[in-house]
């Protein structure tokens, strides 16, 4: 490559560089659409977690003997947009979640099956469980935790009762954006958000004297976004793919009050993902003899005693009439075809449904 002296030197490496990224996509597609000749060969699942996250830790460890400029953001941002296109290529899927477009779920789905994927926004979470096992949709996305607001009990509870399996998981980091068309802020008379939005954002409603403007809760805050693009007197407390995704101009980012919240999706499927090394599993207990002191120490102490390392567990009461009283959904690090998880599970067979084993996603 020549010497860089000019702005024009600059852009045509770049063309020059480019170009030779082109071709080698193209060629990896090549190699994806024998893989999908493949997988369809042998009834095998398109989308392999495990793999993506082997490849992903692969070119990050790369990069650092590299002294690569990308961080393990940019990295992760390109190729999974990548790993996208490939299974689209491989086999176009439909992927159901959490609805409407412009929600924290739809932000999260986009971010492991990208933006060529065709999305199916439920109104439910029941609706995303119904998608899948009527085979309108082959993957759903659906929220089961936030670190500000505890467990979806809805999810819990269906996981309990669908053959849907846990497939993955990601943790996103829930980052609010005030937007509006407005040009200044005084100049805004009604904020729409979930009404959840309003409480998480009230430090900077308060700091920018907002908080006697009023405020107008909607059902999402993708519904914030649709109203406040169709009104220049009103904010929207949103997403920014909301915002993005309706044309409404982001005044603010990053206005929640805690830096840290961050919500627990689940990927769910109807396949079962090979073991990776970095496994987490979950599981739901239905304790025979749960009404009897200590019942449900003497349960974990199995775990216990076969290093199985417990991540979670939350208490559901039963639904029906099985008398259980309550079910324990626990989540714990290894694959269900571990032999030390074998051998807890075979010790609880009639106590122990299995939710699904895939690879634990970064906190």
């Known amino acids: 490559m020549k010497k860089l002296e000019t702005l024009e030197d600059c852009r045509g490496a770049i063309d020059i560089i480019d170009d030779q990224l082109l071709g080698l996509i193209n ?64 086999l176009p899927e439909r992927i159901a979640y959490l609805g409407p477009e412009g929600t924290f779920t739809h932000q999260a789905a986009e971010s492991r099956f990208g933006a060529m994927s065709e999305y199916l926004p439920m109104r439910t979470i029941s609706g995303v469980f119904k998608a899948l096992e009527s085979r309108r949709a082959k993957f759903g996305v659906v929220p089961i935790e936030s670190r500000q607001d505890g467990v979806v009990g809805e999810t819990l509870d269906l996981l309990a009762s669908s053959p849907m399996k846990i497939v993955a998981e990601l943790y996103m980091p829930i980052h609010m954006t005030f937007a509006t068309k407005a040009a200044h802020l005084d100049e805004i008379r009604r904020i729409y958000s979930k009404d959840k939005g309003f409480g998480q ?38 997403s920014h793919i909301a915002a993005k995704l309706y044309g409404v101009p982001m005044m603010f980012e990053n206005i929640e009050d805690v830096a840290d919240n961050t919500t627990r999706f689940v990927i769910l ?8 090394g970095e496994d987490k599993t979950s599981i739901l207990a239905r304790l025979k003899n749960a009404g009897e002191p200590g019942a449900l120490v003497h349960f974990l102490q199995d775990f216990d005693a076969h290093e199985i390392n417990l991540s979670k567990i ?50």
């Open 314 to 363: 939350e208490s559901r009461p039963s639904k029906g009439d099985d008398g259980f009283g309550y079910w324990f959904f626990i989540d714990f690090y290894g694959h269900i075809d571990d032999e030390n998880v074998q051998t807890v599970i075979r010790r609880h067979t009639d106590e122990i449904s299995w939710l699904g084993s895939y690879v634990k996603g970064d906190v």
């Open 201 to 238: 954002c009230r430090e900077f409603l308060n700091e920018h004297e907002l908080h006697n403007v009023e405020q107008i809760p909607v059902e999402s805050t993708a519904k914030a976004a649709i109203l406040a693009a169709e009104d220049p007197e009103a904010a929207a407390i949103c």
């Open 269 to 276: 499927s109807d396949f079962k993902n090979a073991p990776s």
């Open 27 to 90: 060629e990896r597609m090549k190699v994806v659409e024998r893989v999908g000749e493949i997988k369809n060969e042998s009834g095998a699942p398109i989308y392999r977690p495990e793999r993506e996250k082997a490849i992903l830790e692969r070119l990050k460890r790369l990069n650092e003997q590299q002294n690569g400029l990308l961080n393990a953001s940019a990295i992760e941002a390109i190729f999974l947009e990548i790993f996208a296109v490939a299974r689209n290529l491989e």
